[in-house]
Nanobody, 123 residues
Framework: VQLQASGGGLVQAGGSLRLSCAAS????????IGWYRQAPGKQRELVAS???????NYADFVKGRFTISRDNSKNTVSLQMDSLKPEDTANYYC??????????????????WGQGTLVTVSS
């Protein structure tokens, strides 16, 4: 699975950005796509994720501000980020967890990462 992330940029505190992650690959079943972020000197952390069925999960620090959505027909996941804060500044990465389809079955639990997209929030 190849992931292409886009949508980062510079925004003032209180502003909004929308990130997109386009997934491509054949004979795979993507189970979960998530957005992670990594700020300088910090570990990578989960921001939000969404399953193929639409179940969502958010980190406490973005609840009420960020919304993750998925367009299965386009294999695209978006992260709408509102009320941005300077502490949201980081490289944002999308991740896909998937299995490989063979016939009627799906096997394995693999993951793939997209390239980062930088989000900078100025105070």
């Amino acid at each position: 699975v190849q992931l292409q992330a886009s949508g980062g940029g510079l925004v003032q505190a209180g502003g909004s950005l929308r990130l997109s992650c386009a997934a491509s690959g054949s004979d795979v079943t993507i189970r979960v796509i998530g957005w992670y972020r990594q700020a300088p000197g910090k570990q990578r952390e989960l921001v939000a994720s969404i399953t193929s069925g639409g179940d969502t999960n958010y980190a406490d620090f973005v609840k009420g501000r960020f919304t993750i959505s998925r367009d299965n027909s386009k294999n695209t996941v978006s992260l709408q980020m509102d009320s941005l804060k300077p502490e949201d500044t980081a490289n944002y990465y999308c991740n896909a967890r998937y299995g490989v389809r063979k016939g009627w079955n799906t096997y394995g639990d693999y993951d793939s990462w997209g390239q980062g997209t930088l989000v900078t929030v100025s105070s």
